[in-house]
């Protein structure tokens, strides 16, 4: 099956810092997201992208759909305590019954020192 | 979470015990999802239904684990004679079609089994 491989698994930064992750995969994705999971919570959509090259920002977020679209990035500027929890790409693939179907990486935790 | 209630948000069961979780959809929403998290990994796809209808359960396993979305009340992911392999937080995403990006998480149930 689809599998997506994040990277790093986790990271221990100063508050200010820049922190960036990213995913790959072994297949093509039609659409890429990145969500946060705070402890206890569900994911909450950071960024969607759907075509390949393009580079998206929200705040200090900006993620970019790789050329292949076999990879994304996420990066996050000026870090801030709120920050810290679990980040996530999955990506999406179109047709047949896959359509809807989310394929999600392992995580990213992010940990922010003030 | 845009809506998306899950219930229990805790569910503890010993061996061999049912175990029922509930997702109501953001109203209006016909589309809904489950997944699974396991300790310290991503969100894994079980199934994919539509009011009345499983469209995709290609993630579920093929014993003990079954789904419905009844035409009314809510979505019901139902897992009997529970092992402890079943331990896991199960999420639902509901959206009103098949973008990724209306996909929206509930906060979760996690179910122990001791």
């Known amino acids: 099956g689809q599998q997506l491989n994040q990277s790093p698994q986790s990271m221990f930064i100063q508050e200010g810092e820049d922190v960036s992750m990213n995913c790959t995969s072994s297949s093509i994705f039609n659409t890429w997201l990145w969500y946060k999971q705070d402890p206890g919570e569900g994911p909450v959509l950071l960024i969607a992208l759907y075509k390949a090259g393009e580079l998206t920002s929200n705040g200090r977020l900006t993620a970019q759909f790789g050329t292949t679209r076999k990879d994304s990035f996420l990066n996050i500027s000026a870090s801030i305590p709120s920050d810290v929890g679990i980040y996530f790409c999955a990506g999406q693939s179109t047709g047949g019954t896959s359509y809807g179907k989310l394929t999600f990486g392992q995580g990213t935790i992010l940990t922010v020192h003030p | 979470n845009a809506g998306v209630m899950q219930n229990p948000r805790h569910l503890v069961r010993r061996r061999g015990q049912e175990a029922r979780l509930r997702c109501s959809p953001v109203?209006?929403?016909?589309?809904v999802y489950w997944y699974r998290q396991l300790p310290e990994e991503g969100l894994k796809f079980m199934v994919y239904?539509?009011?009345?209808?499983?469209?995709?359960e290609s993630g579920m396993p093929k014993e003990r684990f079954s789904a419905e979305f009844p035409k009314e009340g809510p979505s019901i992911l139902r897992i009997q004679q529970v092992v402890r392999g079943d331990s896991a937080a199960y999420f639902c995403a509901s959206s009103p079609g098949t973008s990724a990006e209306t996909q929206y998480f509930g906060p979760g149930t996690r179910l122990l089994v001791l």
């Open positions: 239904l539509q009011k009345e209808n499983i469209i995709d």
């Open positions: 109203k209006g929403h016909s589309h």
